[in-house]
């Protein structure tokens, strides 16, 4: 069965998968997923439960350099996608969640760009992004970009374009628009973006740029739902006016709270809120739209829903979670919900599954857990985080490479194949083919087939300086027996998931508390 039969055959004989109006929700059962249980299984070196076949390793720890490499990971991974180099390697984009509640007036946060060959070894790494903060979620483009949201508590956030190689200097998308952004994907048929908002009053966007595949200037709309299901866009008027929030420009969106991950896969946006714990899908050919997971009430196997990615082949759904038991759940199109990979290491608790993205060929799945134990604690990397010692002073965050053997019956789309060992965009929130001429015609190339950019990049130096001044900036309080208060207050709040604490003055629009 395809996704597209699957959303059409509604309910019935569908278990543990939610398609609800507004109404009653179905009770959920436990099915034996495309990868079998992990319940009976030992966890490896790592920490992860993982299917009969599958291994995992680490590829970067938060404040450590990167093996083979001069380039320090960064902090808090989070959206992260791959993006071919044209010589059988990608890179992996990932974004630093570094929460400009945490630091403020400072901008410790961006992406970095890891580079690896065919064989899945790294050979290089680098900043992609940096006097940037709160990066969240992302998407790569079809001509070879990383777009990097800014999930900003104080709904100020951009979008940035960024150079995978960290040659070219990042662009701030600025017809986009300012909000907490959640996730972004990019629909290359359509010309346009999908947008989520990570607020709990927040709307799903569309983006039309006026001259695409240039992204800087475009109209926005938000998604409004029909009583029979079906979707239609109103336009959100002057969405550079940011004396008026744009939610609340438009009176007949479709709430949709806290917006997270957004991904496009052959003429379906599926994207996920975590504050109903829901994964919607919108078939894009119909404009009809579903949810297939409602996880109200804690409803198992998959709750603290955030970031998602599609696998290209089979079109399973990978949800993975953040205030849930840190497993990465899998959606099926023939109806099974259930865990792929579970970590039950205890120096992972707390933290949050994220980013989960495959390598273009389908052979690796990379995912992080944004808070996972490292070797350094956090004050020592960002003066301004203290959340003094010992293991919870050391979350710093962990990015892993799983490899296995990943289905490759196709039960997605049989018109539209995808065959094994066929190079895409594969993200966190978007999958592409990125070899469209038009696309190589109008925007000036930044994936070289010969050359990789020097780690020593204008951008490199440029971050450096940044973090130099930041650490200027927040050197005298180290040592304050009240910034260990305060931080490990501010810890405890992340890990427990009660809110952001503000810890600046705001204008009116700041959020009486976090979404």
Request: with cysteine; aromatic share 8%.
């Amino acid at each position: 069965m395809d996704r597209r039969s699957f959303l059409k055959s509604g309910i019935s004989g569908l278990a543990g998968i939610g398609f609800f109006l507004d109404g009653e929700t179905l009770r959920a059962t436990t099915e034996m997923g495309p990868y079998g249980s992990i319940q009976e299984v030992e966890p490896d070196e790592n920490g992860f439960l993982l299917p009969e076949g599958f291994k995992s390793k680490v590829v970067a720890v938060g404040g450590d350099l990167i093996k083979g490499t001069d380039y320090q990971w960064h902090l808090f991974p989070s959206g992260a996608g791959t993006i071919p180099d044209g010589n059988n390697g990608w890179f992996l984009a990932s974004n630093s969640e570094v929460s400009n509640f945490l630091t403020p007036d400072e901008t410790w946060g961006g992406a970095s760009s890891i580079h690896f060959d065919s064989t899945g070894s790294v050979i290089g790494a680098h900043p992609i992004l940096a006097w940037s903060h709160s990066n969240s979620g992302g998407t790569a483009t079809p001509w070879g970009t990383w777009l990097s949201c800014e999930s900003d508590l104080f709904n100020e956030g951009k979008v940035w374009e960024c150079d995978p190689q960290g040659v070219q200097l990042p662009t701030k998308l600025e017809g986009i628009g300012s909000r907490n952004h959640g996730g972004i994907a990019i629909d290359p048929i359509r010309k346009c973006l999908y947008i989520t908002e990570n607020h709990r009053e927040g709307l799903f966007y569309r983006y039309s740029p006026s001259r695409w595949p240039d992204l800087v200037e475009g109209s926005l709309e938000a998604m409004k739902l029909e009583n029979d299901r079906t979707i239609s866009w109103i336009e959100v008027p002057n969405p550079l006016d940011s004396s008026i929030l744009n939610r609340e420009k438009v009176s007949q969106g479709k709430l949709m709270p806290g917006g997270r991950g957004c991904w496009y896969e052959k003429d379906f946006v599926y994207f996920s809120t975590r504050l109903d714990n829901r994964v919607h899908a919108i078939d894009l050919l119909s404009n009809r739209y579903e949810i297939i997971w409602d996880g109200e009430n804690g409803r198992q196997p998959l709750t603290g829903i955030d970031d998602l990615t599609v696998d290209p082949l089979t079109g399973d759904v990978f949800v993975a979670e953040t205030n849930g038991n840190m497993e990465l759940v899998v959606i099926s199109p023939e109806g099974s919900v259930s865990p792929f990979c579970r970590i039950v290491d205890p120096r992972h608790e707390f933290s949050a599954l994220t980013g989960p993205c495959f390598d273009p060929y389908r052979n690796r799945l990379y995912i992080s857990s944004q808070r996972g134990e490292g070797s350094r604690l956090v004050r020592d990397v960002i003066p301004a985080i203290n959340w003094g010692s010992g293991s919870y002073g050391s979350r710093t965050g962990v990015t892993y490479e799983i490899s296995g053997p990943f289905r490759t019956i196709e039960k997605f789309d049989t018109q539209s194949e995808v065959e094994v060992g066929t190079p895409s965009a594969a993200t966190a929130t978007s999958s592409h083919n990125s070899g469209n001429e038009e696309y190589e015609k109008s925007v000036s190339p930044v994936v070289s087939t010969t050359e990789v950019a020097a780690t020593t990049s204008t951008l490199k130096l440029s971050a450096s300086k940044t973090k130099e001044e930041n650490s200027i900036q927040t050197r005298d309080s180290e040592g304050s027996n009240s910034s260990i208060l305060l931080g490990s207050i501010l810890g405890a709040v992340i890990f427990l998931g009660a809110g952001a604490v503000a810890v600046r003055r705001r204008s009116p629009k700041s959020d009486e508390a976090p979404s």
